[in-house]
């Protein structure tokens, strides 16, 4: 089967719930984020950022447990119209690689 095509009805079941309310954002869970980062699939990711947008008129959204190399390969890939959901702790739980990458500085 079709991943992006199963992740699109995925995505549909999930938002029968919200049928007449203003969504602003459509999140995809992290398990599936960071399957299809692992994957580098690009064009999936696409596809479906695409689809959220045109079907909800929703920003597309990510969670994950890996901020920093989402974060990189949105930039890679010239996504910038997104919402990243992540863990961000002292402790570092459920954030991977480790605190110190999830530590941006400007300039």
Excluded: H
């Excluded at 199963?6 to 049928?19: A, G, R, S, V």
């Excluded at 996504?79 to 402790?91: A, G, L, R, Y």
Aim: aromatic share 8%.
């Amino acid at each position: 089967m079709d991943v992006v095509r199963m992740m699109k009805m995925l995505i549909d079941t999930d938002m029968e719930m919200f049928d007449g309310l203003n969504i602003k954002v459509v999140f995809l869970q992290n398990i599936v984020t960071d399957l299809l980062l692992g994957l580098d699939c690009k064009g999936a990711i696409r596809r479906i950022l695409r689809a959220c947008a045109q079907k909800y008129g929703a920003m597309p959204g990510f969670i994950t447990q890996n901020m920093p190399f989402l974060r990189n390969k949105l930039v890679e890939w010239g996504i910038t119209e997104v919402v990243i959901c992540s863990s961000i702790n002292k402790i570092g739980y459920l954030m991977s690689p480790c605190v110190a990458a999830y530590e941006w500085r400007s300039g």
